[in-house]
Structure formats: structure tokens, C-alpha cells
């Protein structure tokens, strides 16, 4: 017999009935969810999943996420596992609940279970009828989830896996959804003054001349921490330049040198490990060898809103409304720094700045804290550009060496992958300490904790590492470099779009050298049947012709992966134009995330995964000089702009047998290495370094 699965880690830390579902007397019935809506539509497809097992209808379902003070603890909503983890919780929770309330039907009516159906809330048979509402007092759900229940097969399903209208969309329409657009009686306006680069402190600032200024209310000094409350915003940004002129810094440690990033960080002290090994050197032969480095640069969020947080506390209760991904982590934070009881403590979630990783939300929740306790009012904080691009974590810069060896049979049988990189996540309440900014600033300061990394199988600077093809002998290293000179935290995939950029590059640089077509090439390599099917369902998609080459003006590529080589599989084709820049014409994607809550959704998440690494891909990297961080605008750091968005097609593999398999971040690294596979098309070009800027092109031709 095989062994029983284990319950999702949601259920196993939050397992009783009640913490996911109510009874209203309004004939409705609440759900909760602690997974939190960014974007990518994930409110709905709880909300369809919970409706599906309760057999009610949409329309009679409310759903709470991200509210400390009801909402289950299921950690971040980060790594594509909000449909494998939190949905799959919500699922046989629901499918309990359901259960025992046929079964309290089954003694009200008289009648055999086998006999009562449920439509809409009511159970109903040949003896009568009852419904959810009328036995709300008669169901305890206050105790512990039991898997006594089975969910329903998915050909009975009727909400699940259909579309269905977003429920977070018209709120955000009129603006009602974002914390930036809150407003409370009596609320204040802030600002932080940041220190100008990472390692300084505040010397001195004459505080008195701020506070002198018009509609001013507070100005907050706690060490190197800067805080400051106005009637008005304006009046907020007009006391945050003149705090700028006024404060004195101590001296800056210094950056590296500018230059080559893979030099950066070969020369960064790191610590070496080899994290996976599989198979014998191969020997007795001497098989045809490659070798290939890539790159990419630290990247910012680039969210096109900045960071923002509202703050009260009254009668000894702190709320703060956020955009973190991480409320019960965020809230414990909080909590520790301001030493407040936890209980006193309320984060509760609002639509902000869209992010897909660890960007400024949780550290503006602090800044607005603090501040809304310094003036007994609520006040709301909203971060400047600067501080959005300078402040918020970087995702890592990463450097990869591959190395690989081809049999006379012209299969791979070796490869390589070792890799340079910081660390990928340093989110408040991951490892010890306080990860928060403030915190480090203000007297007394927390200590910044030490960095480490999430290791495999999921992974953090080494995620996809590991090529999901069949290779005799495979090693992967990891070089981790625990010191950084720019702040850095998860940003979407973590390290998984570099990675995937080099593996999916070297297997086109291969597969060229020795004349195979790469969709050939790949498949030759790919005994797993979804990978094959996402290879071939995009190649037939995208129009792909065997052995074609391009024009020097137009070509195509192919990236693919299974994102963390467990969740969603996903293939992407591109197709460009090159002149004085790469422009993308059509991207075509094929993904398998096993059983589909919502297409809609799931076309939305791989559409906005795509569009973003082309934003990567040809134009986003951090800069630097010897002092300081100098991309602090939008000139400094140009992303994708609206008229710049190609044609994107999705395929949608739906195999609703299967458990439902996380899939926002999944096509990030396909259509990175699908963009660099289509200017070798093109061009014969081989760009090894991101971003794959006019400059870098042009001083390659040279």
C-alpha cells in the first residue's frame, strides 16, 4: 500500500475547521484564507475552489484573506504554492464542512446520506429540505480537521475550472482596493529620509528647522531614522527635501567597482558547496566538451506604484493596512521592535504596489508605525521613487558556469552548473533576527541578521538548477556569497530565471554546434511525458520550423522548465525583431499546472510572468558607482513600456486528475532563455550577459 499523503502545511498548523470557514446568519458563508491577493487573482480562485466543495454559490460566498485577527497563518504567499499549499487546504477543509453538515441533514430529514443533494447551501431529498443556515447551531466546527471526507472528483465539478469574474477588480477600478488611496479621520501624511547608502549613519540633523515648517506635525528621530508626519502630502515632501539638505551623513564604505558583473562576484568572498551530485565521471572515452558563463544584474521590483502602509494605534492596538505577502510573519516583526504584545497587533491586507517577491511593503508597515505612535494619529506612508529603487531588496545578481560533454552518440553525458550568488530570500520572520529597515536604523538598532539561503529541493540562488533532462552525471555548486554591497531578498523565481536562462541557452549553444534543431535537441533528452507535451504543444503553437535560421533581422527561440523541477511546466517561444533594439513580436507559452481552478487566471499569471522577464531581459539592471547606488528614477532604470508589449498566446494543458501545481513564476526563465535563443536565430549572436541592451549588441557585433 502506498503511504498516506501528507496534509498541506497549511492544514497541518492551522487545523481547525472554524479558522477556515463560518456559517453567517445572512445566508452566506465566510471563508478565510491567509494567502493574500497581489495581482495574480488568487482571492477568486479560493473562493471558486471553497464554493465547489460547499456547494454553494459564488454569489454566496464571502472570503477574508490576509487579516491577522481571523485569518489562518500560512506563511508568505510567495513561491507559486498558494493553489499547492493554501488551495489544496481549502479544498479538504471545505469538503469536511460539507460532509458534516450531510450528515447532521441526513439525521433532520431522516433520510440516507446517498439520498440528499445539496444545491446552492440546501440539502435537499424526497422528505423535505435544510440548508447550511438553519443547521449552523447544530454543526460544531470548532474542532480538528479529520480527513474524513473526500473532496469531489473533478468530473462533478461545476465552479472549478471554469472562469469566473475577479472579485478583486472593482474595488480596484475605483481605487477602493489600495492602502495608498486609504484615508481615517485625523490622518497624517509621511515620509522617511533615508540614509544615502547602505552603511551610513546620521550624524546630525537640525530637526527644529523642520518641524518650524508649515502643516508639519512630527518629525521622529531615533538614531540614523528619520520620520516625518504633515497635515498634507505635499506639505510631507516638501519637509522630506528640506531634511535632505539639512542632514549630515557619516562617510560611506564604498561599493565595488563598477564593471562586469561576473567580476563583482568572483571576486566577493564566498563559501562553496556542492549542492547536488548524481552519476559517475563518465570515462573510457573522450566525449566532445562545451563550456558557456552567464550573468545577470541585481534587479529592483520596479513596481510602477511605490510602497505604502497606514498606521493607528488606539486604545493600545496597532493596525496597520499593508501590502505584504507575509502578514502574520510581518506582524510578529512588528510587534518584537515596538515591544508591543503580539495580540496587540493587527496587520491586515490592502491591495498596494505589485510586487512578486520581498519588496518595500513590509518595511514602510514599520516606518508607519513608528510614526502613527510618535503622533497618537494615524498616519500613512508612502515611499518615494528613489527610495523604492534603492531601498527595497534587489534581487540577487547571479554569475553561472556551465560545462557539459556530448557522447559520440551525440548525447549529453555530463554536465556542470555552478553558480555565484547572495542570497535569495531575507523576508521578516525568515531565520533569526529582525529583517526589517527601520529596525537596523533606528537607537537602539536590531542587528541585520546573518544571510542564508533556502536550500534544495525548492531552492533559493540554486532553484532550477538541476536540468530536468537525462543526463548520465550531473553536479551542481553553489558559491554562496553571504556579504553584499546592495540589499537584496526574493525577488520572482529567485534564482531560478537565471539558471534556467543559462541551462536553456547552453542546451541551444549545444544542440547548434553540432546541427540539431533545439526543439529536437531538448526532446532527445526528455523521457518526462508533460515536458515532452509543453516542448511540442508551444513548438506547434508558434509556428516552429525545423533547422530554420533567421534573417539577421528576425528569429525564434525556445525556453522551457518545470519551475522549481516540482511545480508547473511551462515552454515559451518568442519570436523578435532586431534594429536598434530587440523588439518582441509574439510570445507563445504552453503550460501544464495540472488541474486548472481558473484559466483566466492562469493566462493572466503566465502573461505577467512573461511580460516581466522581457522587462529584464532586454533593459533592467541596478547600477552603481564607487559610492553609492546611482539608479534612483526612471531614466536610471527604464522597464518595458505599455507599447512595447507583444502578442502573447497561452496553451493551456489542463489535466484536472491531477493535483493543481503552482505556476506564477513559472515562465520567467523560459522566456529569458527564449529571448536569447531568438537573437542567435536571428543574428547569430550569442549574448551571455542580461540585459540584452543595444549597447551590449552593439559592442558585440564590434
Not at 507575509?326 to 495580540?343: D, T
Not at 504543444?537 to 516552429?544: D, E, Q, T, Y
Not at 539608479?631 to 484536472?656: C, G
Amino acid at each position: 500500500m502506498s503511504a498516506p499523503k501528507a496534509l498541506p502545511q497549511s492544514l497541518q498548523t492551522n487545523p481547525l475547521l472554524s479558522t477556515w470557514v463560518r456559517i453567517l446568519a445572512d445566508h452566506t458563508v465566510q471563508v478565510f484564507s491567509g494567502k493574500v491577493e497581489l495581482g495574480q487573482g488568487i482571492v477568486t480562485a479560493m473562493a471558486q475552489i471553497a464554493a465547489e466543495e460547499l456547494d454553494i454559490g459564488f454569489d454566496q460566498l464571502r472570503i477574508t484573506s490576509g487579516d491577522t485577527r481571523v485569518s489562518p497563518d500560512e506563511w508568505y504567499t510567495a513561491g507559486s504554492q498558494s493553489i499547492e499549499v493554501g488551495g489544496a487546504a481549502m479544498r479538504l477543509v471545505c469538503a469536511e464542512v460539507r460532509s458534516l453538515f450531510l450528515a447532521q441533514a441526513a439525521i433532520q430529514l431522516g433520510e440516507n446520506v446517498q439520498n440528499i443533494s445539496v444545491h446552492r447551501g440546501q440539502f435537499s431529498s424526497a422528505k423535505g429540505s435544510t440548508s447550511y443556515w438553519e443547521m449552523r447551531d447544530l454543526v460544531d466546527l470548532g474542532r480538528a480537521f479529520s480527513a474524513s471526507a473526500t473532496p469531489k472528483s473533478h468530473g462533478l465539478h461545476a465552479v472549478v475550472g471554469r472562469p469566473a469574474a475577479r472579485l478583486d477588480i472593482a474595488a480596484k477600478v475605483s481605487g477602493a482596493a489600495f492602502v495608498q488611496d486609504m484615508e481615517l479621520p485625523g490622518m497624517l501624511f509621511g515620509r522617511i529620509l533615508r540614509p544615502p547608502t547602505l552603511g551610513t549613519t546620521l550624524l546630525s540633523l537640525d530637526a527644529e528647522q523642520i518641524r518650524k515648517m508649515p502643516g508639519v506635525a512630527h518629525v521622529l528621530v531615533s538614531g540614523s531614522f528619520v520620520g516625518i508626519a504633515a497635515l498634507r502630502e505635499e506639505q510631507a515632501l516638501k519637509a522630506l527635501e528640506k531634511a535632505r539638505s539639512l542632514a549630515r551623513w557619516s562617510e560611506a564604505p564604498g561599493m565595488p567597482e563598477p564593471g562586469d558583473i561576473a567580476e563583482v562576484l568572483r571576486h566577493l568572498p564566498s563559501t562553496r558547496a556542492v549542492t547536488y551530485s548524481q552519476g559517475n565521471e563518465p570515462s573510457g572515452r573522450a566525449d566532445k566538451g562545451f563550456t558557456a558563463s552567464y550573468s545577470r544584474p541585481y534587479l529592483a521590483h520596479a513596481s510602477i506604484g511605490t510602497s505604502s502602509a497606514l498606521a493607528q494605534l488606539e486604545a493600545g492596538q496597532l493596525t496597520i493596512w499593508s501590502h505584504t505577502q507575509g502578514p502574520h510573519h510581518l506582524r510578529a516583526q512588528i510587534a518584537k521592535v515596538m515591544q508591543m504584545p503580539l495580540e496587540a497587533v493587527n496587520i491586515i491586507h490592502r491591495d498596494g504596489a505589485g510586487c512578486y517577491g520581498h519588496n518595500g511593503a513590509d518595511d514602510v508597515a514599520l516606518d508607519a508605525a513608528l510614526l502613527a505612535r510618535a503622533c497618537a494619529q494615524p498616519v500613512l506612508v508612502v515611499w518615494t521613487r528613489e527610495d523604492e529603487l534603492v531601498w527595497s531588496p534587489s534581487g540577487s545578481a547571479m554569475l553561472v558556469e556551465m560545462k557539459a560533454s556530448l557522447d559520440a552518440n551525440q548525447q549529453l553525458s555530463a554536465w556542470s552548473h555552478e553558480l555565484w550568488s547572495h542570497t535569495h530570500i531575507k523576508r521578516p520572520g525568515w531565520a533569526e533576527g529582525v529583517n526589517l529597515l527601520a529596525a537596523w536604523h533606528m537607537d537602539p538598532p536590531h542587528p541585520v541578521p546573518p544571510a542564508k539561503d533556502m536550500p534544495l529541493p525548492a531552492g533559493g540562488g540554486d532553484r532550477n538548477a538541476i536540468p530536468l533532462y537525462n543526463i548520465p552525471r550531473v553536479e551542481v555548486v553553489y558559491n554562496f556569497i553571504a556579504d553584499m554591497p546592495v540589499r537584496v531578498s526574493a525577488l520572482r523565481t529567485l534564482g531560478a530565471q537565471t539558471n534556467v536562462f543559462a541551462i536553456e541557452s547552453f542546451l541551444d549553444e549545444i544542440a547548434s554546434e553540432v546541427g540539431i534543431d533545439p526543439v529536437e535537441f531538448r526532446l532527445r533528452h526528455q523521457s518526462d511525458p508533460r515536458a515532452r507535451a509543453v516542448i511540442e504543444a508551444a513548438a506547434k503553437a508558434a509556428g516552429w520550423r525545423t533547422g530554420a535560421i533567421g534573417d539577421e533581422a528576425r528569429g525564434m527561440g525556445m525556453g522551457f522548465s518545470r519551475y522549481k523541477n516540482m511545480s508547473a511546466y511551462c515552454a515559451v517561444v518568442t519570436e523578435i525583431e532586431v534594429t536598434q533594439s530587440i523588439r518582441v513580436l509574439r510570445a507563445v507559452a504552453a503550460v501544464d499546472a495540472g488541474q486548472i481552478v481558473n484559466p483566466d487566471g492562469l493566462r493572466n499569471q503566465i502573461e505577467g510572468g512573461i511580460l516581466q522577464a522581457i522587462s529584464w531581459t532586454l533593459k533592467e539592471a541596478m547600477h552603481w558607482d564607487r559610492e553609492r547606488l546611482t539608479s534612483r528614477s526612471w531614466e536610471d532604470y527604464p522597464i518595458l513600456r505599455f507599447d512595447e508589449v507583444p502578442a502573447i498566446e497561452v496553451v493551456l494543458i489542463d489535466r484536472p486528475d491531477l493535483p493543481g501545481l503552482g505556476a506564477g513564476e513559472c515562465a520567467a526563465g523560459p522566456t529569458s532563455a527564449a529571448l536569447g535563443n531568438a537573437l542567435f536565430q536571428a543574428m547569430g549572436l550569442r549574448m551571455r550577459d542580461l540585459p540584452l541592451t543595444p549597447e551590449r549588441i552593439a559592442r558585440a557585433l564590434a
